[in-house]
């Protein structure tokens, strides 16, 4: 009873106990109450000055970032210049060289484009960093992009007398891709095969159609890697000892860079290796149903985010009318290409993180601005006019080119992503090229 014997005959008594232990009580919650604000108090500290150290770790990585990438940008001119000046005397433009002048000057170029190499790693990954690469994506026929650049590689894999065995499916392998961004991470892999495999060595690369996506395997019979180390394959400048003969260094970025790029486009880039029994890479990509699965997703997120912050959201369309007759007059290449010109400008001119296009249709784009109303809306299609005015169209070869845009405005005039759609198409207006 309260830690205490009352005494039952002594009210007074019983009383007097029952205050003290009260008190006492009252106390004891007093001093956990300001137990508790005391270590409030600290952890609001601990958290302000955590808080001010990310900010400080921030500004000095982004002051890092700022630096390479200025560093790495004031390096290019002369590089560019002195390479030139190299390639004009081996070529003999200068005047005649004798066999020892001739082997240093190629030695000093092969050092110039390993520096090259370098500093565009470095200008890759403080972009990738900051959020600032460029993913300008377009209709790619992810086949044809592997069988030029694997023949074209044949010469490289001579200098180590290796073999490539290269699998492609039949038909095409149409993907909204950057195929720039995705010939620079097939690079980096046959480069990679190609260093870490012996003489005589044999690569593998083969390309599969998959339910949902296409999957891209490079296999090399080179060392291996050990498990230990595989974790670490993607990270930013690591480097593995399974070089053969003096040891082949790179910068430790090409990885790192790759899985970006892949990430980048909605798909995975792993390895597997066993010691003494090679390395496969592989990486996967979302095909073209797919992408406008995820596509159809992100707008409904969009949307979602919109209706709770009360922002406008507006929906464009952009349909290349001619594309089947230029198909008949020119060919499938020529009009693809058209397409891929206007995706690129699209490309150019839509270049906010929250803002995305797809080639919804092999003739239509389909864009998503978010935060924009119908005023922003027309003032896009403005900009994209103008941007496709001013481009050229020389490389397609096909004549006028007959684009429509359509736009509307969600939630004024409609209410999900079906009816953004119905009503863009219906509102479509004629501009021709």
Not at 125 to 153: C, H, N
Not at 190 to 214: C, S
Not at 271 to 285: H, R, V
Not at 380 to 409: H, P, Q, Y
Request: aromatic share 6%.
């Amino acid at each position: 009873m309260l830690g205490s014997v009352i005494d039952m005959e002594n009210p007074l008594s019983e009383n007097r106990i029952l205050k003290e232990q009260i008190q006492k009580l009252q106390k004891d919650i007093a001093d956990r109450d300001w137990g508790i604000k005391k270590t409030n108090e600290s952890i609001r500290i601990l958290y302000k000055d955590l808080e001010e150290k990310n900010a400080e770790l921030k500004k000095l990585d982004q002051l890092k970032s700022d630096f390479v990438s200025t560093v790495s940008h004031e390096l290019r001119t002369p590089l560019s210049i002195t390479t030139e000046g190299i390639n004009l005397i081996l070529d003999g433009l200068t005047g005649p060289i004798n066999d020892m002048q001739k082997d240093l000057l190629q030695t000093s170029r092969e050092s110039l484009d390993r520096l090259k190499t370098i500093i565009n790693d470095l200008l890759d990954i403080s972009k990738i960093e900051a959020g600032k690469i460029e993913i300008r994506k377009g209709f790619v026929d992810l086949k044809e992009i592997l069988q030029k650049l694997t023949d074209s590689y044949k010469r490289v894999l001579l200098t180590k007398r290796q073999e490539i065995k290269v699998t492609l499916p039949q038909g095409k392998v149409l993907l909204f891709i950057d195929g720039d961004k995705i010939i620079q991470v097939v690079t980096n892999l046959l480069n990679n095969a190609h260093k870490f495999t012996p003489e005589g060595g044999l690569i593998e690369v083969t390309l599969t159609v998959e339910p949902k996506q296409v999957r891209f395997k490079i296999r090399d019979s080179g060392v291996g890697i050990s498990q230990e180390d595989i974790p670490k394959l993607f990270g930013k400048f690591e480097q593995f000892g399974r070089t053969h003969g003096s040891g082949i260094k790179g910068t430790g970025l090409g990885l790192a860079i790759s899985k970006a790029l892949i990430g980048l486009h909605g798909g995975k880039i792993w390895a597997e290796s066993k010691i003494n029994e090679g390395t496969t890479f592989q990486f996967t990509l979302p095909d073209f149903e797919e992408a406008k699965v995820e596509f159809d997703k992100y707008v409904d997120v969009v949307l979602k985010d919109a209706l709770s912050k009360q922002q406008a959201v507006s929906f464009l369309v952009i349909h290349l009318a001619n594309f089947h007759s230029l198909q008949e007059k020119h060919g499938n290449k020529v009009a693809t290409g058209a397409m891929n010109v206007i995706c690129s400008v699209v490309g150019q001119t839509v270049t906010r993180p929250s803002d995305k296009f797809i080639v919804y249709q092999e003739n239509t784009i389909h864009i998503i601005l978010h935060g924009t109303g119908k005023e922003g809306g027309f003032s896009m299609i403005a900009r994209l006019k103008e941007a496709i005015r001013e481009s050229s169209f020389e490389t397609v070869n096909c004549g006028a080119l007959d684009l429509k845009f359509g736009i509307t405005v969600y939630p004024t005039e409609a209410a999900d992503r079906i009816s953004l759609e119905k009503a863009a198409y219906s509102l479509m207006t004629d501009h021709r090229h």
